[in-house]
């Protein structure tokens, strides 16, 4: 199982869930990817996203003004 995290702070709706998208499409199943992002609409873009993709969101946590997802690959 492959851990990878990808920065996305300081970027606006849509571009974080459309660059978690493209890590999602490079990852095997099983595979985590944690996703940091500062724009609040990734709130609602990020579980959107994974209700298309099927993927699961592990966790979502906030450390200051940064959101936190942990996403699992299925």
């Known amino acids: 199982m492959t851990e990878k995290t990808i920065n996305l702070r ?3 709706c849509p571009l974080p869930a459309l660059r978690a998208r493209k890590a999602l499409a490079g990852l ?3 595979d985590m990817l944690i996703a940091e992002c500062t724009d ?3 709130a609602i ?3 959107s996203l ?3 993709t099927g ?4 966790s979502r946590t906030r450390e200051g003004e940064v959101l936190v997802f942990r996403i699992r690959k299925t």
Not at 55 to 58: A, S, T, V
């Open 28 to 30: 095997k199943s099983g």
């Open 45 to 47: 873009d990020i579980p």
């Open 10 to 12: 300081g970027l606006k």
């Open 40 to 42: 609040p609409l990734s």
């Open 55 to 58: 993927d699961k969101l592990e």
């Open 50 to 52: 994974l209700n298309q």
